[in-house]
Every structure is written in C-alpha cells, then in structure tokens.
C-alpha cells in the first residue's frame, strides 16, 4: 500500500513562494510517475505537473510554467513542488499522487494513489 503525506501548504502573498513536499512509502517516487494537482472550490481537480522517470521528464500546465518547478530526492524518497510569484488564483487544496502509467498523465483518473492535500491560500 503507497501513502502519500504533503505538508509545506500555507497563506501567502501574492508574489511570495511556498514549497511542497510530499513523503512517499517504500519506493515509490523512484518506481511511479510522481504528479501534483490542485482543486479550487466549486471547480474540478486540475493537473499542475508531475516528474517521470523512464525516460527522465517533467511538464508542466501552461498556467504554471516559469514558476513552478517540479522536482524529486529518491533517496528521502520525497517529491516537491516549489512554487515561485504566487498568484491569488493559486489558492486551491494541492495533492500528491502516484500513477503505474506511461500515458495520460494529466488526468487525475490515471494515478492510482493520493495524499490527502495540502491547503495553499494565496492573498492579493
């Protein structure tokens, strides 16, 4: 059974940065494609980015490129998501989740383990 714990979520101004963690169990972040998503209220759960091992690479949605970076220490077996020029329509719960997929990796119905979210509220 994979657990997926995130913490690092918090209030921020806008333009500030926050950075995500999300611990692992066993092995997973070196075996599974490691992804972040995020929901607002009232919306869907949206993909934010996720990081991929065979081959190496990472993507990212258009909303957050250039300021989000995606990243992973295998040994702490620990994904994070560094979030840089916060923006209020950022303010969404953020969760850490784990596919055995290849394909489809923005979708939220292709991972297969979920942490239960981290809560980021960004001020303007």
């Known amino acids: 059974q994979v657990q997926l714990v995130e913490s690092g979520g918090g209030l921020v101004q806008a333009g500030g940065s926050l950075r995500l963690s999300c611990a692992a169990s066993?092995?997973?972040?070196?075996?599974?494609?490691m992804g972040w998503f995020r929901q607002a209220p009232g919306k869907e759960r949206e993909f934010v980015a996720y990081?991929?091992?065979?081959?190496?690479?990472?993507r990212y949605t258009d909303s957050v490129k250039g300021r989000f970076t995606i990243s992973a220490v295998v040994a702490k077996n620990t994904v994070y998501l560094q979030m840089n020029s916060l923006k209020p329509e950022d303010t969404a719960v953020y969760y850490c989740?784990?596919?055995?997929?290849?394909?489809?990796?923005?979708?939220?119905?292709?991972?297969?383990?979920w942490g239960q979210g981290t809560q980021v509220t960004v001020s303007s």
């Open positions: 989740a784990a596919s055995e997929l290849s394909r489809g990796l923005d979708q939220p119905r292709n991972y297969d383990y």
């Open positions: 066993g092995r997973t972040v070196s075996t599974k494609t």
């Open positions: 990081i991929t091992w065979r081959p190496y690479g990472t």
